[in-house]
């Protein structure tokens, strides 16, 4: 089955909301110290070069909603993470100078008129200390509504990881040329 048709295909219906969706917002997590310090542009794409890209590409999407499950537009979606071999897009990381030039390391998205918002992105990897997970911030003009992770499922980390407050969880599946997750923010 093609990409697009998967997608287009599992529609608004297959959008699964966490167990606390509805009466409970999405819990926040720490900004980490990679926060982008450049502009972080609108762009669905943080795939630069998919011919010379270090790891696997993965289409993320999902919605934003208030915590009365109503869809919210012109929010804006900001994620980063880094790239194939765990290094980030930041000066403050070492051997940044090596980071892959074919991964945009971080990018935005603006919500639609029903609260959706989709990425192309790369699956996340591990990297010294770290389980792999994508960072994820969501804004409302110039107001910050939340800051968390989202983790793969099954791989949130030990040691003191496991001591922390819930960690969100997404569970790529495959798809042609990449994998495809969801997750719904309630803010």
């Not at 998967?6 to 917002?25: E, L, M, N, V």
Request: charged content about 20%; aromatic content about 12%; hydrophobic content about 35%.
């Amino acid at each position: 089955m093609k990409r697009r048709t998967f997608i287009q295909g599992i529609g608004i219906a297959a959008i699964t909301f966490p167990a606390w969706a509805s009466d409970r917002k999405t819990p926040s997590q720490q900004e980490g110290p990679f926060y982008p310090v450049k502009e972080i542009p609108v762009r669905k794409s943080l795939i630069l070069d998919a011919n010379s890209l270090v790891g696997e590409v993965m289409n993320l999407q999902g919605k934003v909603l208030d915590s009365n499950g109503k869809a919210l537009a012109g929010i804006k979606v900001e994620i980063w993470q880094c790239d194939g071999v765990g290094l980030y897009d930041h000066p403050r990381q070492a051997d940044t100078e090596k980071f892959d030039p074919a991964f945009g390391g971080y990018g935005a998205a603006i919500t639609d008129t029903t609260g959706n918002y989709e990425f192309e992105t790369l699956y996340p990897v591990p990297y010294t200390g770290r389980p792999p997970h994508i960072h994820v911030k969501l804004w409302d003009g110039s107001k910050e509504l939340l800051t968390t992770q989202l983790y793969l499922q099954g791989q949130t980390g030990g040691g003191w990881f496991s001591k922390e407050r819930e960690r969100l969880q997404i569970a790529p599946q495959p798809i042609e040329n990449g994998t495809f997750a969801q997750f719904s923010f309630v803010v």
